[in-house]
């Protein structure tokens, strides 16, 4: 009994510093953080089990990084993929259409930065934004599971095509296969470490306080001005997505509850390595309730894309409340 739980002691001392670069690992490959979660602690359960076989020929990273990225290809098995809106292969919408929702269609999830770090510990943020920003998990989604299983590995984890071949029980060859089509497919879609913008600078900052501003006091115009013309807004459930300043302005103005300055209040968060904000729509009775949580991409002075979701349960992952 003693050797028992001094053997659990051990495997809980190497396994928990692993736990939140697995979260953010598990949650690339699915695109949900509540699969995610789940995920992990199915890698920690079989990870328990196999810990009196593992030998250490691999460091215990390399070992759980193995284990979970097997559990997630048996979970992926037969299921369609997360998309956002613009992932379905439609057009952009008419602004001035209704809109439609599309409860049924399992959607891409954001991740609070939160979950992937120690807020106090800056050091201790395990992958680089661009690597977890949410247009790169949404392109994800357009590869086969072990083609984003491979190119994770390889190109993230930045391990040798020889070790993700013994991870997925394949051959080098195979893997050099599986990267090429991924590749291949993210070419055009993923964006780049060079895309990714440094947050801290004044001008971002100004241009934040101004989107902010501009729904704070309902004014669609400056709202308009702050977007690129082919800026990009998505909302699901919604299955349309929406392009150019102008359309977004109109889509907003046609279908936002809120009628006047203050009707809105937005509380500021992050969300995939992008600034985020929860945001709050007063009701007849004058209370600020949760309403939904916008994803904010930004190139130079410009918006570019909106990803906003009307899953109030994000709240509360994001630590936001649900009324002001």
Not at 157 to 182: C, D, G, H, I, P
Request: with cysteine.
């Amino acid at each position: 009994m003693t050797a028992t739980v001094a053997e659990g002691d051990a495997f809980v001392s190497q396994f928990d510093p692993y736990r939140r670069e697995l979260l953010a690992h598990c949650y690339r490959m699915t695109g949900s953080i509540h699969d995610a979660e789940d995920l992990v602690q199915e890698t920690y359960i079989r990870a328990w089990r196999g810990y009196s076989k593992f030998e250490g020929r691999s460091s215990m990273r390399t070992w759980l990084y193995r284990i979970a990225t097997n559990t997630c290809l048996t979970a992926l098995e037969g299921k369609a993929k997360r998309p956002l809106p613009t992932g379905l292969g439609a057009p952009s919408s008419d602004p001035t259409d209704d809109l439609v929702a599309q409860h049924e269609i399992a959607w891409l999830e954001p991740i609070a930065d939160s979950e992937l770090s120690d807020s106090g510990d800056p050091a201790a943020i395990v992958v680089g934004r661009e690597s977890i920003r949410l247009a790169f998990v949404a392109a994800l989604q357009h590869l086969s599971s072990r083609q984003r299983a491979a190119l994770l590995m390889r190109e993230v984890l930045q391990w040798k095509a020889s070790e993700v071949a013994e991870a997925l029980a394949t051959t080098t060859t195979a893997v050099n296969s599986l990267l090429q089509r991924a590749r291949a497919q993210l070419d055009e879609i993923a964006p780049t470490e060079d895309g990714v913008l440094e947050l801290s600078t004044e001008r971002t900052q100004d241009l934040l306080k101004k989107y902010v501003d501009s729904f704070e006091r309902y004014d669609i115009d400056q709202l308009v001005e702050l977007f690129t013309e082919d800026a990009v807004w998505e909302m699901p459930p919604f299955e349309g997505w929406y392009q150019g300043a102008e359309n977004i302005g109109t889509l907003i103005k046609g279908n936002c509850p809120a009628q006047k300055a203050g009707d809105m209040r937005m509380v500021a968060t992050s969300a995939n390595g992008q600034p985020a904000y929860g945001l709050y729509m007063r009701d007849e009775s004058g209370v600020h309730k949760a309403f939904q949580l916008h994803v904010v991409d930004v190139s130079g002075e410009r918006v570019k894309h909106v990803a906003c979701f009307f899953d109030l349960t994000l709240f509360e992952r994001f630590g936001l409340p649900d009324q002001l």
